[in-house]
């Protein structure tokens, strides 16, 4: 596999180096990102093949499953590689119907990284990619300061956005270090969709990145471009 190299947290004391295509693991969740996959073995062989052929770079989140594909990663991985990447997320949680609620309230916050460190058997989270919906309860800038606190505490080394909407990414850039930004984006969803409570701000978000030079994770960006 040809691998085209990325620097996570340029500029910083501690960058890291990550290698593309890099891998997300949601859909080795069972149905509707609910549960253990229908072949746990098969998974955690996926991801072992996905290292050996040069992957290095793993998204994630506490509420897949919820908690099924930070334990996946851990049982198929740790002791991690040297090189490993892992980057989670914070912002939501998984209700007992399966409905995909905000949690992104500073207490919620720290919870869902606590959960992480604990479900990754980690103690510091690489990359943790903060999001918050633009309907939800709750201060924004709050909430960020959250976050970069438990940056400061050294319980996250690197901290990006996800589901950014461009307010959102202005109010974050001139409070913190934003390594990375991860949105919707695809040959076919490069704009806006205004039906979305996140706002899902693509290709606006992505012109943001170019101009501060932050690399930016396209999410569904196969999905949503591949004929239904």
């Not at 903060?130 to 901290?159: C, I, P, W």
């Not at 202005?170 to 205004?194: C, F, H, L, W």
């Not at 899902?200 to 949503?224: A, D, M, R, V, Y």
Request: include cysteine; glycine fraction near 10%.
């Amino acid at each position: 596999m040809s691998n085209k190299v990325i620097t996570i947290g340029a500029g910083t004391a501690s960058p890291l180096t990550a290698r593309t295509p890099g891998y997300g693991t949601m859909r080795l969740t069972g149905e509707e990102f609910w549960g253990e996959p229908r072949d746990r073995n098969g998974a955690i062989a996926l991801l072992r093949k996905a290292v050996e052929l040069g992957v290095n770079f793993f998204d994630t989140a506490d509420f897949y499953g919820p908690g099924v594909t930070n334990r996946l990663l851990a049982d198929a991985l740790y002791p991690y590689p040297a090189d490993l990447i892992i980057a989670t997320k914070v912002g939501a949680i998984r209700g007992a119907d399966k409905s995909w609620l905000p949690y992104g309230k500073p207490e919620e916050l720290k919870r869902s990284v606590e959960n992480n460190l604990k479900e990754l058997k980690l103690e510091q989270l690489p990359l943790v990619h903060f999001g918050m919906a633009v309907n939800s309860q709750g201060d924004y800038e709050e909430s960020f300061a959250t976050m970069l606190e438990l940056q400061r505490e050294g319980k996250v080394l690197h901290l990006g956005l996800t589901n950014a909407t461009i307010d959102q990414f202005n109010t974050a850039i001139v409070m913190g270090k934003i390594a990375t930004v991860e949105n919707m984006y695809s040959y076919t969803q490069r704009v806006t969709d205004p039906g979305s409570p996140y706002g899902f701000q693509g290709g606006e978000i992505l012109s943001l990145c170019e101009e501060h030079q932050i690399p930016f994770i396209p999410f569904f960006s196969l999905q949503k471009s591949l004929p239904t």
